[in-house]
């Protein structure tokens, strides 16, 4: 099993450990950000969520839609992780790999957490019959079985990557868990109950391809502090959908999903090691799947929005599921409430260029609710859903900004766009894209 090289003695060395969280409603450039920001890292790990987000990643090798693996793995001396707050789908992490190495890339400094989480075929079924059975008022998931992994560890229940070297331990949990959860499908959704055997087929044939990539993912962190090498730690979603913040119930099911605090526990560290938290925004807002949008757009805005670069895989469809992204000017409430939760020193704001040919350009500054002003987002579900945007409107550039790489020789309506953004978020706005390859990029601050 991989855990990195030997143990170093003596004291710890000072360093940044800097995690990268979506600061909307995913979809923001993370991956990119992190692909960028991979080359001062030692270590990148993965911390949170499972297959049911990706990341899209353009680089000199070409474009690679990433769902488990992190996207620090395109550097040979990088080692990559997969934490314990991950919920693993062996297949599709297999299937990676598989597509990965055929391209060129080596996987060999890759670890997966034995303490996280497997998706078994049960999860997935129940992720369907949930959804079915909650009719109009569907949460919109991605029908991979992240949810019920996720409740399946609450529980207790659950099936670890560790469990999938012992076939007699895999066996074992595994009868009990879909002996449970049988009764669930057939006696709540009057469905046909699942077979273990051919649910754990496969399952033990992934143990003994995934073992030489198994192992404890916290060594090498510990290892890297004691170094004094930069580890980066990378969500997955964003901090909207996180299960205690976001827009509940319109969330996703990791504890939490995206927040900064999550990180710790999600590679096995304590909080007061990390350093920085690299919040990543859109120029505007997206989001996949139903729940509260307050700035979405319904008009031909919405449209180009969300084609602009599609002629070149570039539109607004979503990694994983390929549905159109709901479109919405940038929410500057919904991101000053994302800043403080998750403790943000540093923004990325991604995909400036797309706002290139407006004449002009919204931000919501504030809610209406009850013909009150709001400047935080209402708890409530009902009440979310019933506030009005209140709108800032500033001058488009309408110029180009694909060839920027210094923030003085942005448009003088660009360089007050991001500077109104940093001011209503509190938050200072360090790195900006300009497009999708990974040299375009505005660096304002060096990130580490």
Not at 160 to 173: I, N
Request: proline share 6%.
């Amino acid at each position: 099993m991989p855990t990195g090289p030997e143990q170093t003695q003596g004291p710890e060395i000072a360093m940044p450990i800097v995690v990268v969280v979506g600061g909307q409603w995913g979809d923001e450039g993370k991956g990119r950000i992190v692909d960028l920001l991979a080359r001062k890292a030692r270590v990148v790990a993965r911390y949170s969520a499972g297959n049911n987000a990706g990341h899209t990643i353009i680089n000199d090798k070409g474009e690679f839609k990433l769902h488990l693996v992190p996207a620090g793995i395109f550097y040979r001396e990088k080692t990559c992780l997969i934490g314990n707050g991950v919920a693993v789908d062996p297949e599709v992490l297999l299937q990676e790999v598989d597509q990965l190495e055929e391209r060129g890339i080596d996987t060999s400094r890759l670890i997966v957490s034995d303490h996280a989480q497997v998706i078994m075929p049960w999860h997935r079924e129940l992720d369907r019959l949930e959804e079915l059975s909650r009719g109009r008022s569907a949460i919109g998931t991605t029908g991979k079985g992240v949810g019920p992994c996720f409740t399946d560890k609450v529980a207790r229940r659950g099936i670890r990557v560790g469990d999938l070297l012992r076939r007699e331990d895999l066996l074992a949990r595994g009868k009990a868990a879909l002996d449970y959860h049988n009764r669930v499908i057939t006696r709540v959704y009057d469905a046909d109950a699942l077979d273990l055997d051919d649910c754990l087929e496969n399952y033990v044939e992934y143990g003994k391809r995934l073992e030489p990539y198994i192992g404890d993912v916290q060594v090498p962190i510990i290892q890297a502090k004691r170094r004094g090498d930069h580890v980066l730690l990378e969500g997955a979603q964003g901090s909207l959908l996180d299960l205690d913040h976001g827009t509940y119930p319109y969330v996703t099911s990791s504890v939490p999903s995206s927040s900064s605090s999550g990180a710790a526990l999600g590679v096995g560290i304590g909080p007061t090691d990390i350093s920085r938290v690299v919040g990543v925004f859109k120029s505007y807002c997206t989001r996949v799947g139903n729940g509260p949008f307050p700035t979405e757009l319904f008009d031909d805005m919405a449209t180009l929005l969300r084609d602009h670069g599609k002629e070149d895989g570039r539109g607004e469809y979503g990694t994983t599921t390929g549905r159109p992204r709901r479109i919405g000017w940038f929410d500057a409430v919904a991101a000053r409430y994302s800043v403080r939760f998750n403790g943000m020193s540093a923004v990325a704001l991604t995909r400036l260029d797309v706002l290139d040919e407006l004449p002009s350009i919204q931000i919501c500054t504030a809610y209406e609710l009850d013909g009150e002003t709001v400047d935080t987002v209402p708890a409530r579900e009902s009440d979310v859903n019933r506030v009005r945007p209140v709108y800032e409107e500033l001058p488009g550039w309408q110029t180009p900004t694909t060839h920027v790489r210094n923030f003085d020789d942005l448009p003088p309506q660009a360089q007050a766009f991001i500077r109104r953004v940093e001011e209503l978020i509190e938050c200072p706005v360090d790195l900006i894209s300009v497009g999708p390859e990974r040299e375009q990029a505005i660096i304002v601050n060096p990130i580490f």
